[in-house]
T-cell receptor
Framework: AQTVTQSQPEMSVQEAETVTLSCTYDTSESDYYLFWYKQPPSRQMILVIRQEAYKQQNATENRFSVNFQKAAKSFSLKISDSQLGDAAMYFCAYRSQNSGNTPLVFGKGTRLSVIA | KAGVTQTPRYLIKTRGQQVTLSCSPISGHRSVSWYQQTPGQGLQFLFEYFSETQRNKGNFPGRFSGRQFSNSRSEMNVSTLELGDSALYLC????????????FGPGTRLTVT
């Protein structure tokens, strides 16, 4: 079974600075998807960024980018120019590409605080 | 396009009762998944429905059940509630071009007393 590990339960960053959240995963599959979700205090889980395992190029969405190291099974999220609205729980998630009915496997999350 | 909606947002029930939660997916999405979120266990997969059929099921007791209607709306039911069922229940839908991406609703906070 696949597992996702987020080793940083909590992190903090100064406003306008850059922070990197770590995620590692364990799988024997070669094709899969990886995601970062953000869950602010309002609880709505928001998709931040996704990465297809077959793509070598790291995904980027505005201030959010990933460092995907397939061999190392590492998928970190970098947030640039941090804003107060970035404060939230961040979850790393894995989904097999084999079929459309495989569930997301989540890490335990990292709580990010942004200091003004 | 409207997002995933869940009703009710908050619910308080007593041990032994049963509860039904509802989820309306994004228009055009045919897959609905349910997750339970607790501080101790994190996010755990309950089940997934596609075209009114359960395609996948997580490791939860039979007290947890669900169904999906022809309009893709889904319900989950928990019978004989236990204190440990207190959690945030999240529904996610997927479909269309981004079928591998799941979009979540705001969740239903269930408290069992």
């Amino acid at each position: 079974a696949q597992t996702v590990t987020q080793s940083q339960p909590e992190m903090s960053v100064q406003e306008a600075e850059t922070v990197t959240l770590s995620c590692t995963y364990d799988t024997s599959e070669s094709d899969y998807y990886l995601f970062w979700y953000k869950q602010p205090p309002s609880r709505q889980m928001i998709l931040v960024i996704r990465q297809e395992a077959y793509k070598q190029q790291n995904a980027t969405e505005n201030r959010f980018s990933v460092n995907f190291q397939k061999a190392a099974k590492s998928f970190s999220l970098k947030i640039s120019d941090s804003q107060l609205g970035d404060a939230a729980m961040y979850f790393c998630a894995y989904r097999s590409q084999n079929s459309g009915n495989t569930p997301l496997v989540f890490g335990k999350g990292t709580r990010l605080s942004v200091i003004a | 396009k409207a997002g995933v909606t869940q009703t009710p947002r908050y619910l308080i029930k007593t041990r032994g009762q049963q509860v039904t939660l509802s989820c309306s997916p994004i228009s055009g999405h045919r897959s609905v998944s349910w997750y339970q979120q607790t501080p101790g266990q994190g996010l755990q997969f309950l089940f997934e429905y596609f075209s009114e059929t359960q395609r996948n099921k997580g490791n939860f007791p039979g007290r947890f059940s669900g169904r999906q209607f022809s309009n893709s709306r889904s319900e989950m039911n928990v019978s004989t509630l236990e204190l440990g069922d207190s959690a945030l229940y999240l529904c996610a839908s997927s479909g269309g071009q981004g079928w591998n991406e799941q979009y979540f609703g705001p969740g239903t906070r269930l408290t069992v007393t």
